[in-house]
Each structure stands twice: as C-alpha cells, then as structure tokens.
C-alpha cells in the first residue's frame, strides 16, 4: 500500500496568516498582539477600577467629614433642618460661602487687594448657611426710607461750629459725660425689625445720659403696638416713627416685654397706651419722651456733634456681600480692581438697615490716618467685631465717601428728645402760635383740603377741643376737618367778610356757602389730604358766636 505523503499546510497557513513571505512568524505575530491586547485591556480596566475606588473614597471621605464639619456649626449656632435635602442644600451653601471668605481673606492678608480694596477681615458665622440674596431678604430689608415720617422733629440739629473731640465712643467713657450709655448687643432674628433695634438703643443711651440709670427697653412693645404711627412690625418702619409712638406711651423694659422675633397683640391695653403693672415694667412712663431731633443731613460734623450728646439712631444700606461676613476693619468703597465683583463698591444709598451709631474715631492704617464711625448692629454678637462694624469717615480733604457718608450713614440720622433737657422744646412749642403756614410745630400737621387751594399747619383734635387762635386773628378754632384717621382743628372764617378774620398771610378759602378756612397759599409737599366736616360748621352764626 502506498504512503500517503505527509499534508502540505504552507497554503494553510498563508491563509490563516495573510502573509506569503512568512507564514510561522505570522501566526506568532497574531499570539503576540492578542496578548499585549489583552495585557492593555487589563491595565485599563485595573486603573479604571482604581480611579472607582479613589473616586469612592474621595467622596465617602469629603462627605463624611463635610457632613462632619457642618453638623458641628450647626450645634454651634443652633440650627435645625425639616429635611435631608435641606441639610444638604445648607451644607453646600455652606462650604460655598467658607470658599468666599477664604479667598476674601487671602486677598487681604497677601496685599493683593488690601487697602485699596476693603481692608476688612470676613469670617463664617450664622450666616453661613445663607445665600447673600437670602441674607438681603431676610436682614436688609427692614427700613424703609421712601415711607412718610408720622411725626414731626422738634427741630433739625445743624453744626454749631464749635471744636469737636477727637473720639466719641458710648460703649466706654470716651465721651463729653465719662459714662457708658449702650446696652448688650441683641439680635432680630429672620424678624424685619431692625428700626425697632435702631430706636430701643437710642432711647437706651439718651435716658442713661439723662436719667443716669442704663435700662434694655422693650424692641417687641414697638413691633405689637406701634402700627398706628406707621410701622409694619417685622416688615419694616422708621425710627422717627417709634420715637413719635413712643412720646405719647409708656416705654416697657426688655425683661417684662421679651423679644419674640414675630408680630404679636399689643400688651398695653390703656387707653391713652397706659400699661398696667401686669402687662409690663415701665422704663420710661408717660409724658417724658417730648420728640425726636433729625440731624442735619449729609453733614458729617452735624452727626458728629450729636454723638457728643448720645447715640444716634441712623440709616444703611447693608445688602451687599461684604456685611454678611464681615469680622473687623473699617469698611471703605474706594474699590479699584475691575475683575474683583465687589469693585463698584461695597454700599450705596439706598437705605434698607435701621442700626445705631455709637460713636467717631480715627486709626492709623498702612502708615495713613482713617476716620471711622463707629455702628452698632442688631445681628447678634457673633457677626462682626462683637456685634459692631466700622465704617470709613471721610477726614479733612478727603472725598470717598459720596455726599450721604460711608453707606448713607448721613441721610437720616435722629434722636429722641426728653423733658428737661437741653434738647427739649416742648416749653416753648406750648407759647408759639399755631395755625400758621408749613413747615409746622409740634402737634400739628401741613393739611391741604379737597377743592381748595393752599395748606395749614393744623392741630390735631382728637380729643375734642382744639388751641386757640393766634392774637388778633377772628376766625373761630373748630375741629373741622378729617385726614388719616384723625381730626385735625381748623381756623373757620367767613368769606368776603369786611374782617380778615385769618392770620396774617393767609386768606379765607370757601368751602361751603358763607364758610370759609384760613390757608396759606405755599405749604409742604407731604401735607395730608383732608376733608371739611360740613356738619361741624352751621353756617355764618357758627364762626362769630
């Protein structure tokens, strides 16, 4: 039998190599590139493995010590959360803000910036769970400056020209009485009621300095029973307002009226704003409060001599991302860097912050004096330097401030006034003549009436009886007239009579047949709208009997 001869498998391996020069080395070329195939593949999937796993610990471990971090601020600044998504919202908010103020404060300590910037140091506090348009909501939002004044300053402090000290601080005994005249620092809670903080404190300060005697008095009093004059409660007012409110009621202290950071019912239930002893401790009774004084504005040596008679209660404007955080140093506007966001300034004057200005002084900076003010705030002794904040005060030649001072701090600024002191005009208010032509005293309102030209000072009657007319004047005193929920007096006159009747420089307008006002042909341009009470007046028998 014939020997099979043995398989040619060259044409074998051609095919299975694709390669007619070298059929062995093809096949293993083939082994060769499937292993360093599947050596990169291993290699691959053990780095994306290792990636995985540093990408797990990385997180577990961040968030476990983020989680940790801000669990203890919240114990810290007794914060609570309804949700877990909530909790991690805050605690992103969080580490965003701690992100801000680190990068803030390298810019300042490394000179980056530094004087020419803010030259302020930040710090986290209880705001750091807040976005800064938040914050604007819920703490510079609380007063209100394009809302009309219910009362009517004694008068308005201008610079008397006389020499100013150096410093005034009513925290210590640097001031013309040698006496500490401020209370603790308090805080307003998510309560809009910075102006009830504002107006508590000055009146803190001006009754120790009058009464020597340094009493917390009642913000929640103003809150609850000052609405009639004004005030919103935990949506804003004005502290000429509380001070108006204030003049005619007893003033309750802090501890028998406590803060509740909520709008509640008034506990004073007299009927002139009497407490009894049950409803509250009287700190200031009664009669004793006789006005407020505005300070000349946008004068800077008009505030600064207030301040050498008490704390002065002013307005900010205070939404802007620097005040959030703010630590200590005085706080300026000449911003320069045009990629910094802050660069247009840290403050305008658009006044939403009722606060309390407690004092002036100057510190050297960089080899340079800087004049300063010195404000106390209502958010606690945990935000800023101990609860206060410097802002800067334009010296002598300088002019970086803008004509309403660092913030507005000079755009309304006012005080209250009581009996006996050197302040008090209540003596001499009671001698002048009223009636007359706007701008008007104490007790009286600018009123304009329906269908008449011109205004008068008018006093109010609530009560009934109305002052008596000027000397020599024949038009009769009669509460006459309605506006705003009170009564107001008016001189009645007859028109066309051959008598004047009316004060001098002003003319009997008719409002009804053979019944005329006394008006003056200029007034103010807030006067109250006001309607003749026709009833009241019967005709001519009426105004000369």
Known sequence: MAEVPPQDTSREVLVAAGNDAAPQRGRRGLRFAGVGLLAVSACLLTFMGVQRMRHHYHHHFFGHYADEEFKQWMVQHDKTYDSDAEFYLRRDIYFHNKHKVMEHNTHENNGMLGATRHNVVQKLN?????????????????FHGNMESQGTPVYTHKYSGAALP???DWRSTDNPKKMVAITRVKNQGRCGSCWSFSATGALEGHWAINEGDLIEMSEQELIDCSKKDGNMGCNGGLMDNAFNWEEGHDVCTEKSYDYTASEGQCHCSGPNGECTPQECDIAIPNGRITGFVDVDQNDANALMEALTKGPVSIAIEADQSLFQFYKGGILKNNATDPDDPDSDGVCGTQLDHGVLCVGYGTEEVEGKKQGYWIVKNSWGPEWGDDGYIRLHRDLAGEDTDGEGGM????????????KGDPDDKSSEVADSP???N?????????????GLNGQVCAPLCDGGSCPAAPAGTHAKPMCAVQGQGHKFCALICQPHSEDPMCPNGSTCEMVQQGVGVCMYASGSENAIEGTFEADVVRGSEAITE
């Open 438 to 450: 706007p701008p008007c005293q104490k007790g009286e309102e600018a009123i304009r009436l329906q």
């Open 166 to 168: 150096e410093s005034v």
């Open 126 to 142: 209880h705001f750091a769970d807040l976005t800064s348009t938040e914050f604007s909501k819920t703490h510079a939002s609380c």
């Open 407 to 418: 913030c507005g701090i000079m755009m309304q600024a006012s005080y209250p006034v009581f």
């Open 434 to 436: 009223m009636y007359e």
